[in-house]
């Protein structure tokens, strides 16, 4: 008979709500997201690491969510895609792939938007040739990459020229 799967007890931000799960140890970030919290905007592709479909923002960095256990997020601050609207709203980055037409399927988009949402934490306008670089661990099998470097591009071109407080309230996972 095999030994029940030890439970691990977590305490996490996620989507600026405090969340205290009992989980089993194996279970990882991205079904601790969808089965657990009913955030189904991660979405699952390979499960290994591959296709970046599950990339979400831990502590504002890009994290493939199925490459990460669930316990580790004790302490952590996790940003899923759902907390980038508000009220039903697009924020700028999600207008600037809606306006520029950077999906398809958009089975891609959640993966997408939250990397490039880590990019934005970092600060700074990053070139074309980075953001390429940046997205490169998300597939699009759309191929529609040139429209989504795009939009990103614009999201970053169109922060410059907003107000400095008005850019940080508007920031993906920002002030608001
Ligand atoms: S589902 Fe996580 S990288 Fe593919
Ligand atoms: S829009 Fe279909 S996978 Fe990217």
């Known amino acids: 008979m095999t030994a029940p799967e030890p439970l691990v007890e977590l305490t996490t931000t996620v989507n600026g709500e405090v969340v205290t799960a009992t989980v089993p ?34 502590d504002g960095e890009a994290v ?12 952590r601050n996790v940003q899923t895609v759902e907390s980038l609207a508000v009220d039903d709203e697009l924020n700028p980055l999600q207008q600037c792939f809606k ?14 938007l939250m990397t490039a949402t880590a990019l934005a934490h970092q600060g700074g306008h990053p070139s074309r040739e980075e953001i390429r670089e940046e997205i490169a661990g998300v597939l699009c099998r759309c191929t529609g990459y040139e429209n989504i470097v795009t939009a990103i591009e614009r999201y970053f071109a169109e922060s410059v020229e907003r107000p400095a407080d008005e850019a940080a309230a508007s920031l993906p996972g920002g002030a608001r």
């Open 25 to 58: 140890a194996r279970l990882h970030v991205a079904d601790f997201l969808r089965q657990r919290l009913g955030l189904t905007g991660t979405h699952v592709g390979c499960e290994q690491g591959s296709c970046g479909m599950c990339t979400v923002v831990v």
């Open 99 to 112: 306006e520029q037409h950077a999906l398809q399927c958009g089975f891609c988009t959640p993966g997408m």
């Open 64 to 75: 493939k969510s199925c490459l990460m256990l669930a316990c580790q997020l004790d302490g």
